[in-house]
């Protein structure tokens, strides 16, 4: 029976490329692992995958009765459906520790890092597996997506080590114009229907018992959005009350001038302000020097919620 390597519904770079790199260092060592998925690619990651010459992971949905090693999220609104009645083997991450539990021992490689990658790489030097260049390629290129080429907060010196070594077993010199190519390829957002931009990254969150969705775009330039901002409102307050969400919040990140533009559909708008100290006008405010979600936008609003 194999072991299925899976990260997060609506999938990015870092789930994708860290379930082929985990699963094949399961197969170094003797377990027999596979690659899943739980959602389409997004244009970046089917540009990574093409690029270094893999195919997709495995479409699958349902894991009952089935091993699964947790790759990149431990939170039970991101993983499988039926994730309650499958084997949680292991968990990689680089989260705050979600509600994930299980009722038998598991292998946990938790760290406090950029990208699932970092830790990814952390296992294969901890198992003396060789990284094979293609693999190298493409957790290189989660490394640089998740720490947005470095400038992200989340971003630690082992992030940097790590590119770097990957770099190098890759053969690749100029990994920061690779990084700013994906990103280009991110931008390109014109004809793309409002719902698949706000659902590109997008993950749902209990706080407090409520329900919040919070989506993010990061792009090279915000002014590429301005044509489709209103549909995006308008698709994130629909988004709301088809989930029955308590909100939902959209990121527009600009990574060259290092903040987000925060869209914001809310029960209470009063939370959302409590939790950036700043007041929203017409559901829109600027968000200076934030980029990470996960560090900068998911903490202050669960504390605001408690
Ligand atoms: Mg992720
Ligand atoms: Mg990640
Ligand atoms: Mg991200």
């Known amino acids: 029976m194999p072991i299925y390597c899976v990260g997060h519904k609506i999938p990015d770079s870092d789930s994708i490329c860290g379930a082929i790199a985990l699963a094949y260092l399961k197969n170094q060592i003797g377990e027999d692992a596979v690659a899943a998925r739980l959602g389409e690619l997004s244009p970046e990651t089917a540009f990574i995958l093409e690029k270094f010459g893999f195919e997709a992971p495995e479409l ?132 793309t229907p409002a719902r698949d931009l706000v659902l590109r990254d997008f993950k749902d969150f209990d706080m407090n018992g409520n329900l919040v969705g919070i989506g993010q775009l990061e792009v090279i330039d915000l002014s590429v959005l301005d044509a489709i901002k209103p549909a995006l409102v308008e698709d994130i307050a629909k988004l709301k009350a088809e989930g029955k969400r308590h909100s939902v919040l959209l990121l527009l990140t600009d990574i060259m001038k290092e903040g987000s533009e925060l869209l914001v559909v809310s029960d209470d708008t009063a939370v959302v302000e409590r939790a950036y100290g700043q007041n929203l006008a017409q559901g829109k405010v600027w968000l200076d020097g934030v980029l990470s979600r996960k560090k900068q936008v998911v903490p202050p609003l669960q504390e605001a919620f408690a």
């Open 60 to 191: 699958k949905l349902s894991y009952a009765g089935e091993q699964v090693y947790i790759v990149d999220h431990s939170e039970v609104t991101q993983a499988p459906d039926d994730i309650a009645e499958a084997t949680i083997v292991g968990i990689v991450d680089h989260h705050k520790l979600g509600d994930l539990t299980t009722s038998t021992p598991l292998e946990c490689w938790i760290r406090p890092v950029g990208c699932s990658n970092t830790v990814i790489k952390m296992m294969y030097d901890f198992h003396g597996v060789e990284i094979p260049k293609n693999i190298a390629g493409i957790m290189l290129c989660a490394i640089l997506s998740d720490t947005v080429i470095f400038k992200s907060p989340t971003c630690t010196t082992a992030d940097i080590r790590c590119v770097e070594a990957l770099a190098e077993i890759a053969g690749i010199e100029d990994f920061k114009g690779l990084g700013m190519e994906m990103f280009k390829v991110k931008s390109a957002v014109e004809g």
